[in-house]
Structures are given as structure tokens and as C-alpha cells.
């Protein structure tokens, strides 16, 4: 069994601060982990992906992650946030098994970026 | 990176009519393709898995009669929404994969409004 939870539904921070979102997960399996964005009426954009190789990963637009399995964590940081970052945002677990029917998908952390 | 499109963006239509929604791989062959649909404010919930010339593999609670999936061939999978009713409305997204890729391509979404 596996389960991704995102520790906060919604985020608001200023602009120029850091940016952090939390995501614990719990997988039978060794796991793949993945960030995504997704913008309004949008589908979603891949941000960044651990497959273990490097724990700490860097994305686009500035973002990483650190894979800690002793936490079972794997938060998404960035230094500084712009207003273009004001979206959704949603962990995702696929173990390795490839067994695509259970990537699991967390509640979702909806970022807001004040001026 | 690889592409998926999703057409029609935007559809509405009247109760009792159906609703097909292409998902397209566009520079790769998907082994397999997933269709979610998505709540307001809410993640994405699995609907069902299509594999190239099998039939879809549905999760429980969705109707197989009601959404009918058909994954021809290895860039093309469509999902008809039949007999549409306003509780239908909602944001349905695909996304595709392939053997060894390890992640999942998302396609925009698709916004159906049934009135």
C-alpha cells in the first residue's frame, strides 16, 4: 500500500521569500517521486522527479527537492518565490514496481504568492 | 520532453448528448494511457487505465457504460462521455506513458460543462 500526503491544502508566502511545500509518503515499494504544477484550467507540468539516483533534486524554474527516506519525506523548496508560481501543486508516488495503476497522488498545496 | 494533447479544451453541451475527448501522445508511442478527472478544488481521481488494442481497465465506482474509453492505437486514446448529465461537468485530464520512461506525461485537461 501507498499514500502521499501533503501536509498543507494551501500556502501563502511574499514575494521574494522562500517557498516550501510539504509532502510525506509511505509505499511498499522503493518509490519514484515527482513534483507537478498545474496552473488554472491547465493540466499538469512535471516540476522534478527523484528515481534514486541524487536525494537532492533540482527542477525547473528553480525549484528542488530533497528525498529523505528516513522522514518518508520529499518537500519542494525555492529561495525566492515570483508571482508566476502561484498555482497547484501535487505530490505523486509510482513505485518501482511500474505498476502505473497505483501512482497515487496527494490532496494538492495551492500556493499563493503575495506581492 | 514529451508531449500529449488533449482535445477539446472547452466543450459544453446539453444533457443526454455525448462528449468525446482526444488524448494524443505527439512524439512518442504510449504504451499506456490514464484518464483522471478532477473535482474543484480537489486531486486528480484515476478513472480508468488503457492499454494500445486491450480493453480499459476501470476503477471502482466508475462506469464502464457511462465513459466509454477506446485506446486504437499507440498516440491516440479517446474517452466519450455518453448521456451526459450536469453532474458530469468536470475537469478530465490524461496523461500517457512508456516503457522505461518511469514518469507520466500530462495532457491540458479538458473543461466538460453539461447544462
Known amino acids: 500500500a501507498q499514500s502521499v500526503t501533503q501536509l498543507d491544502s494551501h500556502v501563502s508566502v511574499s514575494e521574494g521569500t522562500p517557498v516550501l511545500l510539504r509532502c510525506n509518503y509511505s509505499?511498499?515499494?522503493?518509490?519514484?517521486l515527482f513534483w507537478y504544477v498545474q496552473h488554472p484550467n491547465k493540466g499538469l507540468q512535471l516540476l522534478l522527479k527523484?528515481?534514486?539516483?541524487?536525494?537532492l533534486v533540482k527542477g525547473i524554474n528553480g525549484f528542488e527537492a530533497e528525498f529523505k527516506k528516513s522522514e518518508t519525506s520529499f518537500h519542494l523548496t525555492k529561495p525566492s518565490a515570483h508571482m508566476s508560481d502561484a498555482a497547484e501543486y501535487f505530490c505523486?508516488?509510482?513505485?518501482?514496481?511500474?505498476?502505473?495503476?497505483?501512482?497515487?497522488f496527494g490532496t494538492g498545496t495551492k500556493l499563493q504568492v503575495i506581492p | 520532453g514529451a508531449v500529449v494533447s488533449q482535445h477539446p479544451s472547452w466543450v459544453i453541451c446539453k444533457s443526454g448528448t455525448s462528449v468525446k475527448i482526444e488524448c494524443r501522445s505527439l512524439?512518442?508511442?504510449?504504451?499506456?494511457m490514464f484518464w483522471y478527472r478532477q473535482f474543484p478544488k480537489q486531486s486528480l481521481m484515476l478513472m480508468a487505465t488503457?492499454?494500445?488494442?486491450?480493453?480499459?481497465?476501470?476503477e471502482q465506482g466508475v462506469e464502464k457504460d457511462k465513459f466509454l474509453i477506446n485506446h486504437a492505437s499507440l498516440t491516440l486514446s479517446t474517452l466519450t462521455v455518453t448521456s451526459a448529465h450536469p453532474e458530469d461537468s468536470s475537469f478530465y485530464i490524461c496523461?500517457?506513458?512508456?516503457?522505461?520512461?518511469?514518469?507520466?506525461?500530462f495532457g491540458e485537461g479538458s473543461r466538460l460543462t453539461v447544462l
Open positions: 505523486v508516488v509510482i513505485p518501482h514496481s511500474g505498476g502505473y495503476q497505483k501512482v497515487t
Open positions: 512524439d512518442f508511442q504510449a504504451t499506456t
Open positions: 488503457s492499454n494500445e488494442g486491450s480493453k480499459a481497465t476501470y
Open positions: 496523461s500517457a506513458t512508456f516503457s522505461g520512461t518511469g514518469e507520466l506525461f
Open positions: 527523484y528515481t534514486s539516483a541524487a536525494t
Open positions: 509505499s511498499s515499494y522503493s518509490p519514484s
